[in-house]
């Protein structure tokens, strides 16, 4: 059993970052794969990015390619969420989570292949 709590969101201007953290708590959190996922109003949950269990293969949606960064430090029992060149289309509740390993990359695409949540937090992005 793992426990995940998200930090980090809040308000910011189009073109702003904001830094998205996930504290682990219970299970060490190197057992997981970790993902980032985020849902918006009126929308179905969708992938944003996950990174393996040492941080050496990260996985991003192309509509955050090259804008987010994934990261994690297993010593410190978090995973990180870096957004850079923010858009109003990012606004959603963000939402971490961890998954057992697989050697499918395309596994962490899909939510239900994830065993633990953390409770969300709200990203808003102003234009």
């Known amino acids: 059993q793992v426990h995940l709590v998200e930090s980090g969101g809040g308000l910011v201007q189009a073109g702003g970052s904001l830094r998205l953290s996930c504290a682990a708590s219970?299970?060490?959190?190197?057992?997981?794969?970790m993902g980032w996922f985020r849902q918006a109003p009126g929308k179905e949950r969708e992938f944003v990015a996950a990174i393996n269990r040492s941080g050496g293969t990260t996985y991003y949606a192309d509509s955050v390619k090259g804008r987010f960064t994934i990261s994690r430090d297993n010593a410190k029992n978090t995973v990180y969420l870096q957004m850079n060149s923010l858009k109003p289309e990012d606004t959603a509740v963000y939402y971490c989570?961890?998954?057992?390993?697989?050697?499918?990359?395309?596994?962490?695409?899909?939510?239900?292949?994830?065993?633990?949540w953390g409770q969300g937090t709200q990203v808003t992005v102003s234009s």
């Open positions: 219970g299970r060490t959190l190197s057992s997981y794969a």
């Open positions: 989570a961890a998954a057992f390993p697989s050697y499918s990359g395309t596994y962490y695409y899909t939510s239900t292949n994830y065993n633990y």
